[in-house]
Every structure is written in structure tokens, then in C-alpha cells.
């Protein structure tokens, strides 16, 4: 198992929003109460200001990581800071918002009602709380049913109530788990630009999803994690960049280009008339010079990136291994 | 101290969604349904014995109405995981649980006060006797739904629902016959190695009997201020108790 970025090591920038350091977590189970182990070590830092992405298989211990940085569960061993404070500190709490998976609500409340009272243990004010309330049920497009209770609400709209509730206090981090949970296409975009909107106001996101292109689009930073380990750690941009590989881009193609570059490239595909080649980085001029010769234009030169699916893949079957 | 009031005013709402109200009427029949069932006393006895059973009645209603109530007051919001998005707030676990116990006692007062002004009113419109005494008994009985809560509510951080309500009901059992099975065996004369064991249990447990006060209210003239002033002091040193140890079990357990 490797990890790309270690920033945690040695390194303890003050702009960060959540620190975890050396987490572990067991639990006993059954009858003969043997301990399971449910977060070996997973250590992770999310900046100010940034969207943090925390991406796993099932079981690979995410739930359990959110948990303990709720102060809902307890660690075994390491240590951990949100905010600047201890995990599980209530005056932390004032500055989180949280979006839990749905039906974590009481389902009797209105939504109007569930708002009050959600804003009320943030001490919001009457005032605050209405115009509050009434900005946020527009943002999700719930004000028009603010009077129903939320036991009639659908699975879309109880995420939407959700995002609502997790912004009430002004919150300088929100803690999301799987924030498009549950939403169609449509409602997904909604939800990826109010992230983008809050990480526009300075907000710090911290969100756990299996969705790898939404994270993908949005992340500034993810952490992998499998069998309760962090095997994937740091900014996006660097994470899914492929050392010495470039990819170019010519306009045009056939039988002819395909022949006498694909042999000097490690991929060859054409696209809508493109022809893209993803080369080793000492080879790129030799491609240039090649495709000069064959009188190809040149449309671009850049670092070969992955998906992050692949990088996903090949890091679950890494550690897995 | 307002997060407190907030989540005991969620539990009246949620008693009031789980319509538990009801069971005043559920009550009042009852009550209604004793009245044919006088035996031909002249109108004194004839009050004094609605009075006697009719607490006798309250207080079975209540007591099953704590354990309702608080059961599943904690259980509950683990698993429908409601209390995730609760902790998630600056709510500490003290003020959860406070504001759960003080909900489950308002929840009780309420319901409690309701079906003591059914029994005055049934008393007074069968047999044109005031009888402003029967709160005294009411309140007694509120007493001691306070502590068979706050024991139920530390129950229910570590055992499972039908654990919990067996526990409590051999509590409630156990309380009662302090004064006198227990008595006899433990602290009577009689030598034995369950005696040996078992002897500490009876000056730690609380004697319930002490909110029993049927009689007095029904046949007497009730109970003195000073009385109720002591058994007041003797429930909230009770269910003080059992709230702390509730919160040492829940301070650190994982959700």
C-alpha cells in the first residue's frame, strides 16, 4: 500500500479545517465479543477553503471515520482536531454543519418545524432563524413545502431538507455523506453548485460519496480508504497525475498517422477527428517531430491525468492485495 | 439550558404524534367503567373507596406510561440514527439526556394532572363530593414515575428494549415489598448465605411504597406538606442517581 501525498508527515499547516492522525477503531461483536477492527489507521487533512472528497469501497471504514469525527464514536488510538479543537468538542460543533444520510430526521416535524428546531440548539435567533429558514428552503427548492411533515417527504427531498438543515448556522465546514444521495441528474447538478457556491464563500467541505464523478468534478483533495487504511492521500490534480506521461492531442488522423505514431505511443485512439496519444514524457518530441513530418497539426501538449476511477481501482486492488 | 427545554419540548411533541395522550381517555373509561361497580356503601364510603381505587388505577397507568415513555427514548434514536444529526449540534450528552428525562416528566405531569381533574370530576358528578385532596396522591404517583423513568432511562444506555422492561418491572417489584418481604429476609433475624449477599440491596434501593399513598388520600385526611416535601427530596435523590450513572454509561459510548 503507498500513499501519493503525506502532508500529514511532518507537516501541520494552520489553515487546517480537520486533522485526523493514526485512527484506529475496533468493535465487539457477537456473542464472544472478538473485536473487529473497523478503522486500522486512516490519518487525513482537509485545508481551509477547500472540498474534501473521502472515497471507499463498502466496509472500507468511512462511515466509522465520519463517526469519530462527529464525536459519535471514540477512537482506540490517535488523535484527531476539528476546527481547531479537540474531536467531540461542543464549541466546535457551533461552526459544523452536517449532512447525515437521509431519514435522520424526526419524520413528525415539518420541515418548517425540524428548522427551528435544528437552528434553535445553534442558538440561532428568531430573526436569524426566519430569514435563515426561508433563504435556505428557496436554495433547495423546498419552500413551498415547508408545511408538510417530513415523514411525507420523498427520498429527493429529504436530501434537499437535509442541505438545508447542514447550512442553517452559517457553518464554516459541512460534513456531507453522500450529498446527491437519493437525487436525479437534475437535483446532482443543483447539489454539486451549491458546493461549489459554499467553497466560493470559504467554506471547507468535507464529504464521503461513491460517486467518483461528482468528486471527481468538485475535490480539491481526497483520501482513499480500504480495510480501515488510508491508502490514497492528497490533492486531486497531483493524485491523478501519471508521472512521465503526457498526452497529445493532433487534429486529425487515419490509417497512416495510426501507423507511424502508435508505435511510439502508449495509447493510441482517435475522437471526433482528434488523434490522442498518451506517450512516455522523453518521447514527446519524437511524436512532435513525427507528426511534423506527416504534416499533422499540433492542438495540445499536457500531463497525462487518470480518471479517478482508475486511480480508485488501482488503489482498492493495490491494498487489497 | 435551552437545548434542554428544545429536546424535552421534541419528546411531548413526539408522545403527542405517538398519540400517548390518549390514554387519558383510555383512563377515563376505566374510571367511568368502576363507577357501577360501587358497592352499596353510604356517600362517604362510597368516595372514599373511588378515591382509593382510582389512584391505585393512576398510578398502575402511570407507571406503565413511564416505561413507555423512556424505553425506548434513547434505543429509539440510535437506531432511526435521529440522534446523529442531534450530537452533531452543540448539544452535548448531558443535555440529550436531561432534555430526554425532563421531556419524558413533562410528558408524565401532563397526563398525570389530566386524569387526577378526570377523577375529581367523575367523584364530584356521581357523587357530588369535592375532593381537591386526590392531586396529593396524583403527585405522589408522579414521584415515583420519575424514578422508575430515570431507572429505565439508565437501562436503556446498555440493554436491550425487552431486557430493560423486565429489569424495571422487577425494580418496581423489588421496591415495593422493601418494608416487608425484603425486610424480613434481609435484615430479619433469619441467617442465611442469600442473606449475607443480598443484605446491602436493601438500604440502596429505594422504598416505593413511600409514594404509595392511596389510603390516606381515599380514607384519611391525605398526607402532611412535610411528608410530601420528604418524598419529593427522597425522588430526586433517587432519580439523581440513576440519571448520573446514565450519563457515565452514555458519556463515552459509541454511536
Known amino acids: 500500500m503507498k500513499r501519493e501525498s503525506t502532508p500529514l508527515e511532518g507537516e501541520h499547516p494552520e489553515d487546517a479545517t480537520v486533522v485526523l492522525q493514526n485512527i484506529k477503531k475496533s468493535y465487539r461483536t457477537g456473542f464472544s465479543q472478538q473485536r473487529k477492527v473497523a478503522v486500522e489507521d486512516v490519518s487525513l487533512q482537509v485545508r481551509r477553503g477547500e472540498i474534501f472528497g473521502l472515497l471507499g469501497p463498502n466496509g472500507a471504514g468511512k462511515t466509522t471515520t465520519l463517526k469519530i469525527l462527529l464525536g459519535l464514536v471514540f477512537p482506540d488510538s490517535g488523535s484527531g482536531r476539528l476546527l481547531g479543537k479537540p474531536l467531540g468538542d461542543r464549541l466546535s460543533h457551533r461552526k459544523l454543519g452536517f449532512l447525515p444520510e437521509q431519514t435522520y430526521f424526526y419524520g413528525f416535524l415539518t420541515a418548517g418545524k425540524a428548522l427551528d428546531l435544528y437552528g434553535k440548539l445553534f442558538g440561532l435567533s428568531h430573526d436569524e432563524l426566519v430569514s435563515r429558514s426561508a433563504k435556505l428552503l428557496d436554495l433547495v427548492g423546498l419552500r413551498h413545502d415547508s408545511h408538510l411533515t417530513l415523514d411525507k417527504y420523498s427520498k429527493g427531498m429529504l436530501q434537499r431538507f437535509g442541505i438545508a438543515q447542514a447550512l442553517l448556522n452559517d457553518p464554516e465546514l459541512v460534513i456531507m455523506d453522500e450529498p446527491s444521495s437519493g437525487l436525479d441528474p437534475v437535483g446532482q447538478k443543483e447539489v454539486r453548485d451549491i458546493l461549489v457556491g459554499l467553497k466560493a464563500d470559504g467554506k471547507t467541505i468535507f464529504l464521503s460519496s461513491h460517486q467518483l464523478s461528482e468528486v471527481e468534478n468538485i475535490c480539491d483533495s481526497v483520501s482513499i480508504v480500504n480495510l480501515g487504511r488510508t491508502v490514497r492521500e492528497g490533492k486531486l490534480s497531483e493524485l491523478l497525475e501519471v508521472e512521465g506521461a503526457t498526452r497529445i492531442t493532433l487534429a486529425g488522423g487515419g490509417p497512416r498517422v495510426r501507423e507511424r505514431l502508435g508505435p511510439l505511443a502508449r495509447r493510441i485512439d482517435e475522437q471526433e477527428g482528434e488523434t490522442i496519444l498518451d506517450v512516455e514524457s522523453h518521447a514527446t518530441y519524437r511524436v512532435l517531430d513525427a507528426a511534423r513530418e506527416l504534416g499533422v497539426a499540433l492542438v495540445s501538449v499536457q500531463p497525462y491525468r487518470q480518471s479517478l476511477e482508475s486511480l480508485f481501482m488501482e488503489a482498492i486492488r493495490e491494498s487489497s492485495d | ?255
Not at chain 2, 227 to 235: D, E, H, I, K, N
Not at chain 2, 239 to 253: D, E, P
Open chain 2, 1 to 255: 439550558m435551552r437545548n434542554i427545554g428544545l429536546l424535552a419540548l421534541n419528546v411531548i411533541k413526539d408522545t403527542a404524534r405517538r398519540k400517548l395522550f390518549y390514554v387519558v381517555f383510555i383512563f377515563g373509561l376505566a374510571v367511568l367503567a368502576l363507577s357501577p361497580l360501587l358497592p352499596s356503601f353510604e356517600l362517604g364510603a362510597k368516595a372514599q373507596f373511588l378515591r382509593d381505587i382510582s389512584l391505585s388505577m393512576t398510578s398502575l397507568f402511570g407507571i406503565a406510561l413511564a416505561v413507555i415513555l423512556s424505553v425506548n427514548q434513547l434505543p429509539g434514536e440510535v437506531e432511526k440514527k435521529t440522534i446523529y444529526n442531534i450530537l452533531s449540534k452543540p448539544v452535548s450528552r448531558l443535555q440529550y439526556l436531561l432534555g430526554k428525562y425532563l421531556g419524558i416528566l413533562a410528558t408524565l405531569a401532563i397526563i398525570l394532572f389530566i386524569m387526577g381533574v378526570e377523577i375529581l370530576v367523575l367523584i364530584y358528578v356521581r357523587l357530588h363530593v369535592f375532593s381537591p385532596l386526590i392531586f396529593q396522591g396524583v403527585f405522589a404517583v408522579f414521584l415515583e414515575c420519575a424514578v422508575i423513568a430515570a431507572f429505565c432511562l439508565f437501562m436503556s444506555t446498555f440493554a436491550t428494549v425487552p431486557v430493560n422492561v423486565f429489569a424495571t418491572m422487577m425494580f418496581y417489584l423489588v421496591c415495593h415489598v422493601k418494608t416487608g418481604f425484603l425486610h424480613d429476609k434481609l435484615v430479619g433475624k433469619s441467617v442465611g448465605v442469600v442473606k449475607v449477599i443480598l443484605w446491602p440491596l436493601y438500604y440502596v434501593i429505594p422504598n416505593l411504597e413511600d409514594f404509595n399513598i392511596s389510603l390516606q388520600v381515599g380514607y384519611g385526611g391525605g398526607v402532611s406538606w412535610a411528608y410530601l416535601l420528604r418524598v419529593s427530596g427522597y425522588a430526586i435523590l433517587f432519580a439523581s442517581i440513576f440519571l448520573i450513572l446514565a450519563y457515565l454509561l452514555f458519556r463515552r459510548k459509541d454511536l
